[in-house]
């Protein structure tokens, strides 16, 4: 198992560009998730989604927008890249344990995206 | 809003001593406590979850302990060794899967 893969690994873009940073995970996890870690701080959640055809905004979604049209990939796409995303990008995945709110999350390597 | 603290400042230990790192939570009352280590350059792993109605668990090297009281967990790496310096990142959860993310804590044990 691959677990989960992210590309890019590191991306510039320019002020107003658009991109999208792909996730794939081979584990058959129902739930995925998009963070974002600037430094020294912890990870923020952007957009998570519990099944293929369903998301949902986390903490930090604006100039963001995802789909998840299979249950293994959750692409992340930038519309209008500003300087504010420049950040770290990281893809999780997980499926419920044994009980209820047992979500152990497997994270991808992480994509390192400037904007200038 | 609900808010996961952990001590900020890097904690410098000895090897073999006993590493203590915090977690605080505030207007919150998570169901599950989680921690990940961090490895600079690289994605957290995950290392244990404890319960609400856990006061304690232990994997190894690792304890975790939830004093609901205190609104706080523990995370003791016993034996500390070089190989465990890394960022330590304490999680947040209710049944939903959604996970609430401290800063994280910078561990560092020299030799």
């Known amino acids: 198992n691959a677990g989960v893969t992210q590309t890019p690994k590191f991306r510039i873009l320019k002020i107003g560009q658009s991109m999208t940073l792909q996730c794939t995970q081979d584990?058959?996890?129902?739930?995925m998730y998009w963070y974002r870690q600037d430094p020294g701080m912890g990870l923020k959640l952007i957009y998570y989604?519990?099944?293929?055809?369903?998301?949902d905004k986390g903490e930090v979604p604006n100039g963001y927008n995802v789909s998840r049209s299979t249950t293994e990939d959750f692409p992340l796409r930038l519309e209008l890249a500003a300087p504010s995303q420049t950040s770290v990008y990281f893809c999780?995945?997980?499926?419920?344990?044994?009980?209820?709110?047992?979500?152990?999350?497997?994270f991808g390597p992480g994509t390192r995206l400037t904007v200038t | 809003s609900q808010k996961i603290e952990q001590n900020s400042e890097a904690l410098n230990i000895q090897e073999g001593k006993t590493a203590t790192l915090t977690c605080n939570y505030t207007?919150?009352?998570?169901?599950?406590l989680q921690w990940y280590r961090q490895d600079p350059g690289r994605g957290p792993v995950f290392l244990l979850l404890?319960?609400?109605?856990?006061k304690e668990k232990r994997k190894e090297r690792l304890k975790v302990t939830f004093d609901t009281t205190l609104k706080q967990s523990l995370f003791h790496i016993t034996a500390s060794q070089p190989a465990d310096s890394a960022t330590y990142l304490c999680?947040?959860?209710?049944?939903?899967?959604?996970?609430?993310f401290g800063q994280g804590t910078t561990l560092q044990v020299k030799p």
């Open positions: 999680a947040s959860s209710r049944t939903t899967g959604k996970l609430i």
């Open positions: 207007n919150y009352s998570p169901a599950y």
């Open positions: 404890i319960r609400e109605n856990e």
């Open positions: 989604s519990v099944g293929a055809g369903i998301t």
């Open positions: 584990m058959n996890h129902n739930y």
């Open positions: 999780a995945s997980s499926n419920r344990g044994h009980s209820r709110g047992d979500y152990e999350q497997y």
